[in-house]
């Protein structure tokens, strides 16, 4: 080995204070523009953000279960309403037993026959007024049996409609609960997506725009500062490690960016792309055998 191997190899870097000075300045930007850049991003994204309430209204999701809710509630009071029904009508039908029950009256003797008198004007005019009440009598309301029967028919149709009511409102609510479970299940779906690129966007955009201020913010740094030293001769011209140091800092503030978007695992990932980075830029030599 040569004795300017071993230079090199044994070789430090050394860094000035005016170095030193701009690489704060340089970390005081990086936080500076994130937490800039973070402020700006959320302010962006703050409308944006997914709501279930609005994924449920896409899907038309209150409506159907507004509509279930009622005709579940119609359900209900429709089978209440058919077994009061059912109960008039078996109350009617006993009634009308009783009473077919009650009315076998017992045969009359046969009266013996009597000599028919002579009608007189007296007797004429009362047939008439019997045979006129009669007639008035025939257009009046019907008798007793009569009515408890039309009664129970109207019984046995409102009992026969309220069932077939019952029959469809069951149906109705079912093909409505179908409805509302799969539009639960897309909406939820769709909330679920939403919030997942929501919270991939905003990290993702202040990762990005941060790294991209700094990177431009460390150009210019640089540029100021090798207009700064250059103006002074040759003597105090930009050092080589300068840049070096400059960008090695403006990797590991990429790091930091990472890990405040996502954790741990983006500080991983950030930092090995920074090592990849750096070790394929990195100036190798070949050693040779002396």
């Given at each position: 080995?040569?004795?300017?191997?071993?230079e090199?190899?044994?070789?430090?870097?050394?860094?000035t204070?005016?170095?030193?000075?701009?690489?704060?300045?340089?970390v005081?930007?990086?936080?500076?523009?994130?937490?800039?850049?973070?402020?700006?991003?959320?302010?962006?994204?703050?409308?944006?953000?997914?709501?279930?309430e609005?994924?449920?209204?896409?899907?038309?999701?209150?409506r159907?279960?507004?509509?279930?809710?009622?005709?579940?509630?119609?359900?209900?009071?429709?089978?209440?309403?058919?077994?009061?029904?059912?109960?008039?009508?078996y109350?009617?039908?006993?009634?009308?037993?009783?009473?077919?029950?009650?009315?076998?009256?017992?045969?009359?003797?046969?009266?013996?026959?009597?000599?028919?008198?002579?009608?007189?004007?007296?007797?004429?005019?009362?047939?008439?007024a019997?045979?006129?009440?009669?007639?008035?009598?025939?257009?009046?309301?019907?008798?007793?049996?009569?009515?408890?029967?039309?009664?129970?028919?109207?019984?046995?149709?409102?009992?026969?409609?309220l069932?077939?009511?019952?029959?469809?409102?069951?149906?109705?609510?079912?093909?409505?609960?179908?409805?509302?479970?799969?539009a639960?299940?897309?909406?939820?779906?769709?909330?679920?997506?939403?919030?997942?690129?929501?919270?991939?966007?905003?990290?993702?955009?202040?990762?990005?725009?941060?790294?991209?201020?700094?990177?431009?913010?460390?150009?210019?740094?640089?540029l100021a500062?090798?207009?700064?030293?250059?103006?002074?001769?040759?003597?105090?011209?930009?050092?080589?490690?300068?840049?070096?140091?400059?960008?090695?800092?403006?990797?590991?503030?990429?790091?930091?960016?990472?890990?405040?978007?996502?954790?741990?695992?983006?500080?991983?990932?950030?930092?090995a792309?920074?090592?990849?980075?750096?070790?394929?830029?990195?100036?190798?030599?070949?050693r040779?055998?002396?």
């Amino acid at each position: 080995m040569t004795p300017d191997s071993e230079e090199t190899d044994d070789a430090r870097i050394a860094i000035t204070r005016a170095e030193l000075v701009m690489l704060v300045v340089l970390v005081a930007l990086g936080v500076g523009v994130w937490a800039w850049v973070d402020a700006q991003v959320a302010s962006y994204t703050r409308g944006r953000e997914p709501r279930e309430e609005r994924a449920q209204l896409a899907h038309d999701l209150r409506r159907l279960e507004a509509e279930l809710n009622l005709t579940r509630e119609e359900h209900r009071q429709t089978g209440e309403q058919l077994i009061k029904a059912r109960l008039e009508l078996y109350r009617q039908e006993a009634a009308l037993a009783a009473a077919a029950a009650r009315a076998a009256p017992a045969p009359a003797p046969t009266p013996r026959p009597t000599p028919t008198p002579r009608p007189t004007p007296a007797d004429n005019a009362a047939e008439g007024a019997a045979a006129s009440d009669s007639e008035a009598q025939a257009g009046g309301p019907p008798s007793p049996p009569a009515a408890s029967d039309a009664a129970r028919d109207a019984s046995v149709r409102h009992v026969e409609l309220l069932a077939g009511r019952l029959a469809t409102l069951q149906k109705d609510a079912d093909r409505l609960a179908l409805e509302v479970e799969g539009a639960r299940t897309r909406a939820a779906a769709d909330f679920g997506r939403e919030q997942f690129w929501h919270r991939l966007e905003r990290p993702a955009l202040t990762l990005l725009a941060t790294t991209l201020l700094t990177l431009l913010l460390t150009g210019v740094l640089l540029l100021a500062w090798r207009l700064a030293r250059g103006g002074r001769g040759g003597a105090g011209a930009l050092r080589p490690h300068t840049p070096t140091l400059a960008w090695l800092l403006c990797g590991l503030l990429f790091v930091l960016y990472a890990y405040q978007a996502f954790a741990v695992a983006g500080a991983a990932f950030a930092g090995a792309f920074v090592l990849i980075v750096y070790l394929a830029r990195a100036p190798w030599e070949a050693r040779r055998a002396g």
